[in-house]
């Protein structure tokens, strides 16, 4: 009898073997041709799930009584399973790796592939699932213990996570890169690095400001690179005391003065109110570009040479 069920055990082991074996040398051979590295790892995962399922069912075609078939299947199953699991994973994680390379941005691109190791962890975690399943073991407790510690660990990081969205957000929306300058809350600063939880900011002065994710998305960020044209208003007053020969003058010499700077593009220069004693004056102008620093340079040279002009014409500055 044992002879007997020997040759059909022998049968499946060798025959599901070295079918295994051809269809994995066949997926090979079609993976070479068509240069798929899906279909490469499929042909190496092939062959050895193949003989592992051979023996499974070989092991069964005998008829042995040892009280370990149940624990040998589970066994078979879990190797099987494995196996499954790491080719998913390649694929998976292979063609994420092509996705985010086609990304033109570098910052999304990097963002997304640091999400990896979440889609390893998902995969390895539905396999686990499929094979608890398998085997027979009630997952209803097994459900509610991770429903228990999934609340438990959602509001010890509660925190970390929001900032986490939070710098998905910074960088999906993008309302600066890194390089720019940025003002938030009254801060003047250029963006160094944006992290999962919190932006590194250099102010003007050169002190280092960390932010957290979550400030920067729920506060009004003003981004001054993105300035097509920066507007100046400068207001002084004068003393009505003054001749009115000289006060006259003051808006077309001032406009003179702006239209000699190359980046400035003058608007205009009123005298607006009279306010006590003097009279109050306004000049609005714009400056090209997005270089911050020549921007404050040619403000620098407009508010000193209007200073200058006023000296010349005979005139004083009054308080407003």
Known sequence: MATTALVPALLVLLGGGLLSQLLGHVIHLLARRSHSEPARLLAEAVPVGGWLLSAA?????????????????????????????????????????????????????AMLWSLAPMLRALIWCLGAVLYLQNIGVQMAAIWALLSAGGIGAGLALKQPVQEFFNYLT??????????????????????????????????????????????????????????????????????????????EQVPARVRQLVGAEPEACFERCHCLDVQGSSLLYELVYGLEGLDVQRHREVQQRITLGVNRLLQDLGLILAAN
């Open 57 to 109: 069912l070989a092991w069964r075609q005998l008829p042995l009584d040892l009280g370990g078939d149940q624990l040998l299947m589970a066994a078979a199953k879990l190797v099987l399973l494995v196996l499954l699991v790491r080719l998913a994973n390649r694929v998976c994680t292979r063609a994420f790796r092509r996705w985010t390379e086609r990304c033109p941005d570098e910052a999304v691109a």
């Open 170 to 247: 910074i960088l999906l929306d993008r309302p600066f890169q890194t390089g720019q300058w940025i003002q938030v809350n009254g801060i003047t600063a250029r963006v160094e690095r944006v992290g999962v939880r919190s932006t590194r900011l250099r102010n003007l002065s050169g002190e280092a400001v960390v932010m957290g994710n979550s400030l920067l998305t729920n506060a009004v960020v003003i981004n001054c690179d993105e300035l097509q044209q920066r507007r100046v208003v400068l207001r002084f007053a004068l003393a009505a005391a003054a001749p009115p020969q000289a006060l």
